[in-house]
């Protein structure tokens, strides 16, 4: 089968993304010199994508996921052209902005509908399990996610900004061009939706939050997640100011740190590719792993420990996703798997700008080892207290 050419679509349609989100921040510090309005910008880009997940997760039980996915790449090329026609004609630098938080909304979709998509590619996969076929995806998607910074970078120093939003259209329609590909002879049976096309917006989001508080396991889950991207968020929010300000490094070791963060994730992602680990223990290895790196960074007194322990957070984190993952295609209905993944991905993610709030509260690099300290304090009740629940639970079942 062609699962190569899914994954070139996967890469592609991140590496655009990616570009975009690398775009906004910049070109409107750049314009106005204010980094206040450089920050709303982002917001106004990133908080679309951040709310649409339960909507865009509906659509997925509803509607065709690979209609949806095909749709999604489409229409970011087109919102891209039209945006850079629109600022060529009347101006303006809030266009690049408007584009951005549209093709946000849309990529938000071209991930649920892979996510709902990912489960019957990996049924029909000979020699992958699931875990694998997620291993693989997020490869690519985070190889696309460590390029796409650099593509944009290089674009614009020898172009307009407008010729860079013009690339990211054109591997838009490239990654279209590789799913129509990947679908064309390929045997992969993908389920039609079985949603009730006229059930109200809001009753498939009632169903996703009665499955979270009702199916065994799940709420837990989401616990656990909410409590890895608190660390993760907390992390990422005070990274520059604990690393040029604490430890007293330059920008350029900031970015090469980050770039190490990048391809930690991409090896762990290899081994799990390569390997054969046990699902329990990937859970625990990553969640340990993740709140060790914590405890790092706030401890350590030189920039060797501090690198140390956010290679864990950033690294590990992908390996937790994709145990979370599999959990939770084994716990949801597959009718529900769309509805139901939107919401709870929406719930893990309102900790990651909470962490940005705390952080921002405590701007001085010293306060903030005091916060990134009780952020471990709290990943780790969570932990021991989801052990105890999941033992209550076991010695239940076997009385």
């Known amino acids: 089968m062609k699962f190569p050419a899914f994954l070139f679509s996967l890469f592609l349609s991140r ?15 750049q314009v106005t010199q204010d980094v206040a309005w450089s920050g709303y910008a982002f917001a106004a880009e990133t908080l679309p994508r951040f709310l649409s997940f339960p909507v865009c997760g509906a659509l997925c039980d509803r509607v065709s996921p690979l209609k949806l996915l095909r749709g999604s790449q489409i229409f970011r090329a087109l919102a891209c052209m039209l945006g850079v026609l629109a600022n060529e004609a009347m101006g303006g630098i809030w266009w690049l902005v408007g584009l951005s938080a549209v093709c946000g909304v849309l990529t938000t979709q071209g991930m649920m509908a892979r996510e709902v998509m990912l489960p019957q590619i990996a049924s029909e996969t000979r020699g992958l399990g699931f875990d694998k076929v997620l291993a693989y995806a997020q490869t690519a998607d985070q190889t696309g996610m460590v390029l796409g910074p650099l593509l944009a970078a290089a674009l614009i120093a020898v172009w307009p ?61 989401t616990m656990l997640t909410a409590g890895v991207n608190l660390m993760l968020g907390t992390t990422l929010a005070s990274s520059a100011a604990m690393v040029t300000g604490l430890h007293q490094r330059s920008a350029t070791y900031y970015a090469g740190l980050q770039t190490l963060g990048a391809v930690a994730t991409i090896v762990i992602l290899l081994a799990i590719i390569r390997g054969s680990i046990a ?98 304090l709290l990943v780790g ?17 076997q009385t």
């Open 279 to 376: 699902l329990k223990h990937m859970g625990i290895t990553a969640y340990l792993l993740i709140l060790a790196g914590g405890l790092l960074t706030a401890a350590s007194t030189n920039h060797w420990g501090y690198a140390a322990g956010f290679l864990l957070i950033i690294g590990f984190d992908k390996m937790f996703s994709i145990y979370i993952r599999i959990h939770r295609q084994r716990i949801i209905p597959a009718k529900d798997y769309g509805k139901t993944t939107g919401v709870i991905v929406l719930l893990n993610n309102l900790t990651q700008p909470l962490a940005g709030l705390i952080v921002g509260a405590f701007a001085d690099a010293t306060q903030t080892r005091g916060v990134i300290f009780s952020v471990c």
């Open 381 to 397: 009740a969570i932990g021991v207290a989801s052990a105890v629940a999941a033992r209550r639970k076991a010695d239940a079942t």
């Open 15 to 29: 590496l655009a993304d990616q570009i975009l989100l690398f775009l906004v921040p910049l070109v409107v510090f």
């Open 161 to 221: 900004w407008q010729a860079a939003v013009c690339a990211a259209a054109a591997l838009f329609l490239l990654a279209d061009v590789a799913t129509a590909w990947w679908r064309r002879g390929n045997p992969v049976e993908l389920h039609e939706p079985q949603g009730e096309p006229g059930q109200h917006l809001l009753k498939p989001i009632a169903t996703a939050l009665g499955h979270l508080l009702r199916l065994p396991g799940l709420l837990r889950l």
